[in-house]
């Protein structure tokens, strides 16, 4: 094998700099990816602006006897809850909650699972082996019943305190994916030739490896969010996610599940709302899988 020069290294890096532009051309041109985009932007725009679309304040109780538990109407599009409390003010302002601890804590878990993996497979060797037994231990515990253990600790469980519980037992996965990619890439000529040329450890981890091994970290994160939603949503079913009085789509289905077949508008919508995230996601993370990886594309192994 020939010793790698800086002209090959060069070579290496611009055709790494060229597919990601590929990945990026393929990825705009993806109906399915410019829908799925369309709807988590309408989301996040309709959360952003809760203070502003709601009709009413979400948690005000306007008339506890006859404005409780009304069906849809006019005055209240998505029905109030036994509390009297509209549904629609609650869903927009839920949608900030739900959304936020979503991302905020696929942030954490990408992150973590970005630095432990980058590490263990640009290290390797026994200190690779010890970091993927400890993973393997993780990965051994079910992740509902760990943050169940770890919430039954504290009687109340804070929005930070649920986005690190959930970030922080969301990782274990995404780590051996970014482990095997650096892995790969650390191979690559463009690594050797700035070895080479004396480049640090770090500066080969940070600046050469992990910036080229971060396809899978962008495909697990963008289907990270819908899985998030939905457990953040079951937690707050339960009680122990978010609570009173911050809304989630969780706990306004909690709400209305003592009689749900009377209240069923309570369940519907957020429901609805939870089931359309998760599929943008679910629509987004695939399109974004076939852009970086155009081998998933449907015929490329015809």
């Not at 790494?16 to 532009?21: L, Q, S, Y």
């Not at 200190?127 to 509902?144: E, H, N, Q, T, Y």
């Not at 305190?161 to 650390?186: D, K, P, Y």
């Amino acid at each position: 094998m020939p010793w790698p020069t800086r002209d090959s290294g060069m070579a290496d890096a611009a055709r790494d700099a060229g597919a990601a532009a590929t990945a990026w051309t393929r990825l705009r041109r993806d109906r399915r990816a410019r829908t799925a985009l369309a709807v988590l932007g309408a989301m996040a725009v309709a959360a952003l602006l809760a203070p502003v679309l709601t009709p009413y304040d979400p948690t005000t109780q306007h008339d506890i006897v006859a404005g409780k538990s009304l069906p849809p109407s006019l005055a209240h599009p998505f029905g109030t809850d036994p509390f009297a409390r509209d549904v629609l003010s609650r869903m927009l302002h839920g949608a900030r909650v739900s959304l936020a601890v979503a991302v905020l804590s696929v942030l954490l878990s990408a992150t973590l699972a970005t630095t432990w993996g980058g590490v263990a497979g640009f290290v390797g060797g026994r200190v690779d082996s010890a970091m993927m037994r400890v993973i393997d231990g993780f990965l051994a515990i079910p992740r509902v019943l760990l943050l169940l253990a770890v919430v039954g600790v504290w009687q109340r469980v804070t929005l930070p305190v649920l986005i690190l519980l959930l970030g922080g037992t969301g990782w274990f996965g995404v780590s051996r994916l970014v482990r095997a990619e650096v892995m790969a890439v650390t191979r690559r000529e463009h690594v050797a030739a700035a070895r080479a040329l004396g480049a640090s450890d770090a500066r080969l981890l940070f600046r050469h490896v992990l910036p080229n091994a971060l396809a899978p970290v962008l495909v697990a994160a963008t289907l990270g969010v819908g899985g998030v939603v939905v457990l953040e949503a079951g937690l707050s079913y339960l009680g122990i996610g978010v609570r009173p009085p911050h809304a989630s789509w969780g706990n306004i289905i909690q709400d209305g599940s003592s009689d749900l077949f009377r209240l069923w508008w309570m369940s519907l919508f957020p429901g609805l709302a939870i089931a359309v995230v998760v599929l943008a996601c679910n629509v987004l993370g695939d399109a974004l899988r076939d852009a970086v990886d155009p081998r998933h594309l449907p015929g490329a192994n015809d």
